[in-house]
Nanobody, 122 residues
């Protein structure tokens, strides 16, 4: 059974930092991109950042988090991280860890964590 378990959310003041963690288990994620989406109140879920699981995996970011957020992974711990800095009130959302199949895993299933709340006060 695949599980993505997030942690690290909380309340922080604008300009502050938080680090989210996601422990992935239950399958081989070599041909997957792990990453983060978020859903703000009243908005659609949107992509935040992603990283290929295999060695040398490429990273990509949404435009509005570039330069502020950094995604990384520790394959030994099966964990992906999202370091968030210079947080803004508009970053307030539920953040979801996700594992999405790449082109090397055609037909693969997408997996989601349960979400962790991040609240940034002004």
């Amino acid at each position: 059974q695949v599980q993505l378990v997030e942690s690290g959310g909380g309340l922080v003041q604008a300009g502050g930092s938080l680090r989210l963690s996601c422990v992935a288990s239950g399958r081989n994620f070599t041909n997957y991109q792990l990453g983060w989406f978020r859903r703000a109140p009243g908005k659609e879920r949107e992509f935040v950042a992603g990283i290929r699981w295999r060695a040398g995996g490429s990273k990509n970011y949404a435009d509005d988090v570039k330069g502020r957020f950094t995604i990384s992974r520790d394959n030994n711990k099966n964990t992906v991280y999202l370091q968030m800095s210079s947080l803004k009130p508009e970053d307030t959302a539920v953040y979801y860890c996700t594992a999405r199949p790449t082109i090397l895993e055609l037909g693969g299933e997408t997996y989601w964590g349960q979400g962790t709340q991040v609240t940034v006060s002004s």
